[in-house]
Nanobody, 126 residues
Framework: QVQLVESGGGLVQAGGSLRLSCAAS????????MGWFRQAPGKERDFVAS????????LSADSVKGRFTISKDNAKNILYLQMNSLKPEDTAVYYC???????????????????WGQGTQVTVSS
């Protein structure tokens, strides 16, 4: 029903910036709330940021507030994560996720997301 493909990951120096993109396709994909999660080696998956279907409300983890910005382009079905002032502890695989079409609110609960991308690696060096 929904397919998600992340891109934009890479290797950057601490203090640098990256912009991740998530191309979404499928029936009524723009009706979904969407989010970003990340998983570092040997760690559990952590919430990063989420945005409502309309884009009017967002949520973000305390660890990234003031540095990361989530946004979306419903017309093009693309989700973005602008990451500034990157730190080595931001190193992780970043996953794009979408809720069901009926759930439009931003949410940090991983179980609320029905669809997941393959992930894109972000590595921040000191």
């Amino acid at each position: 029903q929904v397919q998600l493909v992340e891109s934009g990951g890479g290797l950057v120096q601490a203090g640098g910036s990256l912009r991740l993109s998530c191309a979404a396709s499928g029936r009524t994909v723009s009706n979904c709330a969407m989010g970003w999660f990340r998983q570092a080696p040997g760690k559990e998956r952590d919430f990063v940021a989420s945005i409502s279907w309309s884009g009017g409300t967002t949520l973000s983890a305390d660890s990234v507030k003031g540095r990361f910005t989530i946004s979306k382009d419903n017309a093009k079905n693309i989700l973005y994560l602008q990451m500034n002032s990157l730190k080595p502890e931001d190193t992780a695989v970043y996953y794009c996720a979408a809720t069901t079409g009926a759930y439009r609110s931003a949410t940090m609960r991983g179980d609320d997301y029905a669809y997941w991308g393959q992930g894109t690696q972000v590595t921040v060096s000191s």
